[in-house]
């Protein structure tokens, strides 16, 4: 079968090839709506990471307090959004939350996404920074309260510091699945590059063409997703520790 | 993504590559002679034309065409029997299936186009649809320009996300538009008050309105956005198949029983589509432009 690149060119409507590929005074091309498909992935993907890490933390670090009720807390929220499957709890988010908590329903669907994505990513993440957490010898916690640290000070300056090191690698992956996951946002009808594939390969023909170009979209866009962490990891990494060189 | 979902995918992966293999034009007839069996392609939500009432069991106008035109096909063949087969199929992989032979006869929502029909042939055309929009009874909403400023709802992947788009940039309205992933679910945003409009097939309104919890409280309103030819497809370059499908489809016009079929389903008949039955054509959609 020969290639059709030139399938991004054309007017979604004419189907005529625009001289640029991009359209302009009203006409719109597939690259346009590529391109609008992207920002879309992208925007929920960074919010919901954003929602997902600061949830998650917060729920990690209460998994690991001594009180047990802020354990009872911290395991109920982690299970519960672990064990529900992603596109069900896009689904209640979307339908069922705003029947019970009218005000909700007045939220865009954008948000809605975001807080569904972002809370199922934030119980994965709260699993690895508790992780983090117990992985750092007990006798670090216990010197940190001996020398009269309050818990919190404990928390800032002894504990997380370390472990928000050590769970940079499995971060760096939810922060990936987040991008790849963001796809569910087509179940409630943003326009995002899923969406844009079926819609596309409908209108033109050229399914093969479209799903590669949104495929080279996503991976583009965990590609530097991964790039970017692996360059914080080496900007905090401390010499000495978890196989940095002194 | 559903298994069925990828189940489909991998059809449509292995057609593909039967199509790629060089899979000759058949003759349908003497297929279904040799093996005693034909696979009939529907849909699982295509309103009053084709749907699934779960458990591999579809029900709908085209599919009650086909079993009707698949019994006079037995009756031509003098065959003892005839086993039926059912293959849901996704507008994405209804006419790479057909042309790989998976399926033989399909029978779910597709129009007759140009495009189309250099891969695949139709028979007559049963169905003619108009595009129009359902609204809630109580919203007052009787003409696409009255949504102006509001959200108008229509399904991925169909032609409607076309011709509403095409309203929008003839007429100078600005829609807010949203894209359900599948009918029911655009009909659900409709109904969640979400969207103030669901722009469709009239065959697809209806047949939501007809599921819906108070049908009453939904009309299908406005003025007609497109029109399209609806019709049975089969493979390319088979007469002798074209014209047992199309001669039982005309005997069921000319008597008049394919109107009870289709008011079966609770769909009155337009002007356009008597206008079709009167005179059976199989004329692609780009013929019923003005």
């Keep these: ?246 | 993504m559903s298994s069925k979902n990828l189940m489909n995918k991998t059809l449509l992966a292995l057609s593909l590559l039967a199509v790629a293999a060089g899979a000759q034009a058949e003759d349908t007839l003497k297929k279904i002679k040799a093996s005693g069996a034909v696979t009939m392609g529907v849909r699982e939500s295509s309103g009053a034309l084709s749907i699934t009432t779960g458990d591999n069991k579809y029900e709908g106008f085209h599919v009650d065409l086909c079993r009707h035109v698949l019994a006079d096909i037995k009756k031509q063949l003098a065959l003892p029997k005839l086993d039926i087969s059912y293959q849901a199929v996704t507008s994405q992989n209804r006419v790479p299936l057909m042309q790989g032979g998976s399926i033989d006869i399909e029978c779910g929502s597709t129009t007759n186009n140009t495009q189309r029909a250099k891969d695949v042939a139709f028979a007559v055309t049963t169905y003619v649809t108009e595009v129009r929009m359902a609204v809630k009874a109580a919203s007052g909403i009787s003409s696409i320009a009255q949504l102006n400023g509001r959200s108008v709802v229509t399904t991925t992947g169909t032609t409607s996300v076309q011709t509403l788009r095409r309203q929008e940039r003839a007429s100078n309205l600005d829609f807010k538009e949203v894209v359900g992933k599948d009918h029911a679910d655009s009909f659900l945003l409709l109904e969640s008050g979400r969207a103030d409009a669901f722009v469709m097939d009239d065959y697809i309104l209806a047949g939501n309105i007809a599921r819906a919890k108070k049908p009453a409280d939904f009309r299908i309103v406005g003025e007609v956005l497109a029109v399209e030819p609806i019709a049975i497809m089969f493979r390319k370059d088979d007469p002798a198949f074209k014209k047992a499908v199309d001669d039982s489809l005309k005997a069921l016009m000319k008597s008049g029983e394919i109107e009870k079929m289709l008011s079966k389903y609770g769909v009155t008949p337009s002007a356009v589509t008597k206008a079709a039955w009167a005179a059976p054509n199989d004329n692609p959609a780009e013929s019923y432009k003005k």
């Design chain 1, 1 to 246: 079968m020969p290639w059709d690149w030139q399938v991004f060119c054309k007017d979604n409507l004419e189907q005529t090839v625009v001289a640029g590929c991009l359209g302009s005074g009203g006409a719109v091309t597939y690259l346009d709506m590529l391109l609008g498909a992207w920002k879309w992935t992208l925007a929920v993907s960074v919010a919901a990471l954003l929602v997902a890490l600061l949830v998650g933390t917060l729920i990690g670090i209460l998994r690991t307090l001594p009180g047990r009720s802020w354990r009872i807390v911290g395991e109920a929220w982690t299970e519960l959004f672990r064990n529900v499957p992603l596109l069900v709890q896009i689904f209640l988010w979307y339908f069922v939350v705003p029947v019970l908590v009218p005000p909700m329903a007045a939220l865009p669907p954008f948000w809605l996404v975001v807080m569904g994505l972002g809370f199922f990513t934030s119980a994965r993440v709260a699993e690895q920074v508790k992780a983090g957490i117990e992985s750092l010898p007990r006798g670090q916690r216990h010197a940190g309260l001996a020398l009269g640290l309050s818990l919190s000070q404990t928390y800032r300056h002894v504990l997380l510091p370390m472990a928000f090191r050590i769970v940079i690698p499995p971060l760096t992956s939810e922060s990936m699945n987040i991008v790849k996951n963001s796809s569910v946002a087509f179940a409630v009808s943003i326009s995002e590059l899923t969406q844009f594939a079926m819609q596309a390969q409908e209108e033109t023909s050229r399914g093969i063409e479209v799903y590669l170009a949104v495929t080279g979209a996503y991976f583009a866009s965990a590609f530097v997703v991964a790039r970017c962490a692996s360059l914080v990891e080496r900007w905090l990494r401390v010499p000495g520790a978890l196989g940095a060189k002194r």
